[in-house]
């Protein structure tokens, strides 16, 4: 199962979508932006995964495909 991770940088100014925690897919200035790529990105290579953190870098939400 691919995972497919929404994390902020730092200052949460920007938004990563990660490939398995290890590779950087993209880089988005809204954190909607990020989440969706991340979901178009699930729905093409399932089974999938999508977690989307917080600025904290804590999980608010997951989402299976």
């Given at each position: ?6 994390v902020p940088n730092q200052n949460a100014t920007r938004w ?39 600025n904290l870098h804590q999980p608010e939400e997951y989402r299976?495909?």
């Amino acid at each position: 199962m691919e995972r497919y991770t929404v994390v902020p940088n730092q200052n949460a100014t920007r938004w990563f979508v990660m490939v398995e925690d290890i590779a950087a897919l993209g880089l988005y200035d809204r954190k909607s932006k990020a989440v969706n790529a991340a979901v178009l990105m699930a729905h093409e290579n399932p089974p999938s995964q999508v977690i989307v953190m917080n600025n904290l870098h804590q999980p608010e939400e997951y989402r299976y495909f």
